[in-house]
């Protein structure tokens, strides 16, 4: 008998930054904002009197550690959690069942990710990652557990499986408690 399941995540729009490590994903235009700053007081300043001198090189480069950030550091970093989000809605995932074996929880102080497997694929995230999907370990009140029926839809990323929901067997979410 198929057992019933009950959706304990699931990827959804208003997740694009909901942590503080997700803020990490507007560094590079910080930087980029920064640098473009910087180098045009260091040219419009006291900086184009000098041309003599090599001081021109350092509005050249921050103009292009600016430029660098922006255009291409930035998109693709903020592109992540929309093209997972996009992945679901189109139902462009894959759906594995089974129990949860090879469960290998992270400590709560983190320093490596929480890792488990459902017949043959394997799955590893933290609370302190900055990917889209699940990443909501054990040890910091996660639902994942060694033994536990799930349902898992997720999409194969480059040396990884991105979880965008995951279902527990009704009869189990008991002892998640």
């Known amino acids: 008998m ?3 399941y009950v959706t304990v995540y699931q990827i959804s729009a208003d997740q694009a930054h909901s942590s503080f490590a997700d803020l990490v994903k507007i560094v590079p235009v910080v930087f980029g904002v920064v640098f473009l ?3 045009l007081i260091f040219f419009f300043g006291k900086m184009r009197l000098h041309w003599k001198q090599p001081h021109w090189l350092v509005p050249i480069c921050l103009c292009t550690l600016g ?3 922006l255009c291409i ?3 693709r970093s ?3 959690d929309s093209d ?3 992945a679901y809605q189109n139902g462009s995932y894959q759906v594995i069942e089974g129990a949860v074996t ?5 400590p709560y102080e983190g320093h490596k990710p929480e890792c488990f497997s459902v017949q043959d694929k394997r799955f590893c995230y933290s609370d302190y990652a900055i990917d889209p999907g699940f990443r909501n370990t054990a040890s910091h009140g996660g639902p994942i557990r060694s033994g536990l029926q799930v349902r898992i839809a997720y999409k194969p990323v480059t040396r990884r499986n991105l979880i ?3 279902e527990i067997a009704k009869d189990q979410i008991a002892s998640l408690k």
């Open 2 to 4: 198929t057992p019933h």
């Open 37 to 39: 700053a910087l180098s």
């Open 67 to 69: 430029l660098l950030s």
């Open 73 to 75: 550091l930035a998109p």
């Open 78 to 80: 903020l592109r992540q």
């Open 84 to 86: 997972a989000l996009l």
């Open 102 to 106: 090879d469960f290998d929880p992270m």
């Open 164 to 166: 965008l929901r995951i």
